[in-house]
């Protein structure tokens, strides 16, 4: 059964760091694309960033250069490393596995097949 456990949100003043964690379990193989999207009140699910089965990270053009993506096979797990952080990062954080399309076509929810339960990060 796959599980995809999320841990790290929390509240951040603008410029400030979070880091996220998601625990991944019940892959087979590790080779599928996975990644992180958020959601924000009143507004679509959007991809923020993914890697893809060769370990290849893609970012969205609003997170580039502020946030990374890496993952651990060893310990099974998947970080999203958040800088420079914006009142605009403000969301519920999803991860989410075995996407068909890596990257997905303009970052869009409908190309994942599992996703986490989500955790809020929230920047004042």
């Known amino acids: 059964q796959v599980q995809l456990v999320e841990s790290g949100g929390g509240s951040v003043q603008a410029g400030g760091s979070l880091k996220l964690s998601c625990a991944v379990s019940g892959f087979r193989h590790s080779r599928i694309c996975i990644g992180w999207f958020r959601q924000a009140p009143g507004k679509e699910r959007e991809g923020v960033a993914v890697v893809d089965s060769n370990g290849t990270p893609s970012y969205a053009d609003s997170v580039k250069g502020r946030f990374t993506i890496s993952t651990d096979n060893a310990k099974n797990t998947l970080d999203l490393q958040m800088n420079s952080l914006k009142p605009e990062d403000t969301a519920m954080y999803y991860c989410?596995?075995?996407?068909?399309?890596?990257?997905?076509?303009?970052?869009?929810?409908?190309?994942?097949?599992?996703w986490g339960q989500g955790t809020q990060v929230t920047v004042s």
């Open positions: 989410a596995a075995d996407l068909l399309v890596c990257p997905p076509p303009d970052w869009g929810p409908q190309y994942t097949a599992y």
